[in-house]
């Protein structure tokens, strides 16, 4: 919607605020020009327009504008005889200094002027009469403590203005570096989700696979089965990643589902021993309420053990998930024996996952895999939840993953 003409008209002498003064300082040349017009012998046009020129920099330059009409005052009080309508330059300059230059120049405006007020009453007002002087010195010596004034004004309110713009600057770039958080912390979540749905799904698949190459010799039906839960790992593993990836994409058509929580473990681990995994799950306690956060991360961190179980303690190993409902939080550990053709492997080669420190590990378990994500993604989910993780190898051969997530975050 177009603007009223005034506030378009406003809003164009604002931007050119040079050319403004220069306007107003020619108006009141011609407008004192024609005021002195029976007047106009000798110096006082010059006069004249040395007092009123300057006026076109009382913004942008203030001080040496009012040095100038200073000066030219001084030179008014010698060479010209009469109290001229130009005089009004000294108040606009009184006002300009209070207004737009320094502190110490708004001051030294305010004592010029009333010492100007004094001269020009001794020199056109006087007439001899004390009482005469004083009151037109009292009276200009109001006017430009009232210039001052209205021009002090002034500077609070631009210093005021200054500070909203700067403050809304300074909220833009907050907005701008909360932005760029909020896109950092989703990519983080998304890699950690992406990570462990292809590793879960990818450790199922070549489970069943191998199971089924197996079985196929001489249990066709078994190698069907096998066929059959690859597809619907495969078709799981694709849904998730099309809803991980949807919020990618620019407009609408995503679909939404409930992300996992602790009440889909029991489902996760049926999954799991369905690919041929002996792995039991163990309930303790009572449930407690648990935000959304800590359930998707108690669901993301038994499937990432588990996958990592499927991967190194070998397909003769026996897995246990067990779930604690404490009166603080819920303990989480998923153990197995190691007793697979590469618990040697894991148990020589992992190093123990260290919160202290923060050292990245190196091989061995789930820690080298995945670019770095595997236990110390774990990790990171629990301590995102004011909880904490540990993983190391246990003593007589396996591996263990222990977390605990409070039911409310520390404060």
């Known amino acids: 919607m177009d603007q009223p003409l005034p506030e378009r008209l406003a809003a164009r002498l604002r931007r050119h605020p040079f050319a403004v003064d220069v306007a107003i300082a020619a108006a009141l040349v011609l407008v004192a020009l024609l005021f002195q017009d029976g007047t106009l012998d000798g110096d006082t046009p010059l006069v004249i327009l040395l007092l009123l020129a300057p006026l076109a920099w009382r913004r942008r330059a203030p001080v040496p504008a009012a040095g100038v009409v200073v000066a030219v005052g001084l030179l008014q009080l010698v060479i010209v005889d009469d109290f001229l309508f130009a005089d009004v330059a000294a108040l606009v300059m009184v006002h300009a200094l209070a207004a737009y230059a320094p502190r110490w120049a708004g ?21 001899g009469d004390v009482y005469t002087f004083a009151a037109n010195a009292g009276a200009i010596g109001v006017t430009v403590v009232a210039a001052w004034a209205l021009g002090d ?29 909020a896109a950092t912390a989703e990519r983080a979540r998304i890699a950690r989700e992406m990570h462990d749905v292809v590793a879960h799904s990818l450790s199922v698949v070549i489970a069943q696979a191998d199971g089924g190459r197996y079985a196929g010799r001489s249990d066709p039906a078994a190698a069907a089965g096998a066929l059959e839960a690859i597809a619907a790992t495969g078709r799981q593993a694709l849904t998730d990643m099309r809803s991980l990836l949807g919020v990618l994409r620019d407009g609408g058509g995503e679909e939404y589902a409930p992300q996992p929580d602790v009440a889909a473990i029991d489902q996760l681990v049926a999954d799991v021993r369905a690919s041929g995994l002996d792995v039991d799950l163990i309930v303790e306690g009572t449930p407690q309420p648990l935000p959304a956060g800590p359930q998707l991360a108690a669901y993301r961190i038994v499937q990432e053990s588990l996958t990592n179980v499927l991967k190194h303690a070998g397909p003769a190993s026996r897995a246990w998930v067990r779930l604690h409902w404490r009166p603080d939080g819920l303990e989480l550990a998923v153990l197995d024996d190691g007793r697979g053709a590469s618990a040697g492997f894991a148990e020589r080669d992992t190093e123990v996952l260290d919160g202290a420190s923060g050292n990245r590990p190196r091989t061995g378990h789930g820690l080298g895999d995945g670019l770095g994500q595997g236990l110390l993604g774990m990790r990171e989910r629990a301590e995102l939840h004011g909880g904490r993780l540990t993983a190391a190898p246990r003593t007589g051969g396996g591996f263990g993953v222990h977390a605990l997530l409070p039911y409310r975050p520390p404060r």
């Open 153 to 181: 004004l002034r500077r609070a309110r631009l210093q005021q203005l200054a500070g909203l713009q700067e403050r809304a600057r300074l909220l833009e770039l907050e907005r701008e570096q909360e932005m760029r958080l």
């Open 107 to 127: 001051r030294a405006g305010l004592g010029a002027g009333l010492v100007g007020a004094v001269l020009a009453s001794a020199q056109y007002f006087s007439a």
